[in-house]
């Protein structure tokens, strides 16, 4: 299934600050001080020198600085590692917790679901296999967050350091016009300075027609398939669609109405 990738943009100002590219950026959410010094430890290179190491938890909106030394310890006949806990940069702290809250804010209003009018895309139908109807729900989704507002804190953060905040598996629903829903899956923060993109994928098996009935979108879904639909137009949509894209690979459905439901059952020939 192809990627279905949603973007939101905002413009980010500024690019002073001491942080620098050479320095670590790693997610410890909730962690003591013992387990803060590990991971600083574990964030460096294997190889003599000196590393800052910022440690960012999202769940508490701050960040802790630690200076590590890397050293080779030849009675060990290892490299060994030593973290000191030092201050960290106000303006860094500040950053941080500005930016943290905007992406957060963002996520939470999306995660609640997107309603998506009939005059961007119709049905989840349409967004299966085409790349120019996912494109056009990318953009209503890129009119809509509100990371198009100006963030005006200097940018001293790398922003992969702050895509760590959307590793976690948020799935977010997606409702159209004609009662069909999906969900999507944020995967990623991308971009530069001056461009963020959100990076979402269509969470497989997810997307359903107006009746609850699982849109196929893959062969082996198709193959052995059984829809129970409420209306001949519902009924329609869904023959019509598994015959456009599966019935050249040998998938035959077969319809049994009641006069109350109509039952689709789909199988592949053998040959």
């Not at 941080?96 to 963002?106: A, G, L, P, W």
């Not at 829903?181 to 997307?207: C, I, N, P, R």
């Amino acid at each position: 299934m192809k990627t279905l990738m949603l973007l939101a943009a905002a413009i980010l100002v500024g690019a002073t600050g001491t942080a620098s590219a050479a320095d670590y950026w790693e997610e410890c959410n909730s962690c003591s001080s013992t387990q803060l010094s590990m991971k600083a430890k574990e964030s460096v290179p294997t190889r003599e020198g000196s590393y800052n190491v910022y440690l960012m938890d999202f769940e508490s909106v701050t960040i802790s600085k630690y200076s590590v030394s890397v050293v080779w310890m030849s009675r060990k006949g290892r490299y060994v590692a030593h973290a000191q806990a030092v201050t960290i940069e106000s303006h860094i702290l500040a950053e941080f917790s500005t930016q943290t809250k905007t992406i957060s804010d963002d996520l939470a209003m999306i995660k609640a679901g997107i309603v998506v009018p009939r005059t961007v895309v119709p049905s989840a139908y349409d967004l299966m296999f085409n790349s120019s109807r996912q494109g056009d729900l990318s953009d209503y989704i890129n009119d809509n967050l509100s990371l198009w507002q100006q963030i005006g804190a200097p940018v001293s953060i790398p922003l992969v350091a702050l895509g760590k905040i959307v590793s976690i598996n948020i799935i977010i629903p997606v409702e159209f016009s004609d009662g069909s829903t999906m969900q999507v899956q944020l995967v990623g923060l991308e971009g530069d300075l001056f461009h963020v993109e959100y990076t979402f994928e269509y969470k497989e098996g997810s997307a359903k027609d107006p009746d609850g009935n699982i849109i196929p979108d893959s062969l082996s879904a198709a193959e052995s398939y059984v829809g129970v639909s409420s209306s001949l137009e519902n009924f329609e949509r869904l023959s019509s669609y598994i015959a456009d894209w599966f019935s050249g690979s040998g998938v035959k459905c077969t319809s049994a109405d009641t006069g109350v439901e109509i039952t689709l059952t789909c199988k592949k020939q053998q040959k």
